[in-house]
């Protein structure tokens, strides 16, 4: 059974939460707060052991703002060297 640490901004509605556990115990914890969509919008893995960074994606699922994103680094970095391979996009 995973142990949670939370930290938040309620106002702006963003917040941290550290998961404590075992492996998998974190992985289904993030898996279920990634399916609880739209109440929470996204989980993005901030730091983890490479067993857990191997089986999920950090960023998890962009959903529509994968195509604005993906607009807004051509803009901006049109070569693509600025943060590569360090963003969601």
Known sequence: QPTWV????????A???RIAGDVDAQI???VQLRAAAPAIQ????????????????VW?????AAI????LKR???PVGILGAGRGPV
């Open 6 to 13: 939370v930290t938040g901004r309620a106002a702006i509605g």
């Open 15 to 17: 917040g941290y939460l």
């Open 28 to 30: 289904r914890a993030i």
């Open 42 to 57: 996204h989980v993005v893995i901030l730091r983890a052991p490479l067993a857990i960074k191997s089986r999920l994606d």
């Open 60 to 64: 998890g699922d962009l959903g529509d």
């Open 68 to 71: 604005v994103l993906h607009a």
């Open 75 to 77: 803009a901006m970095d």
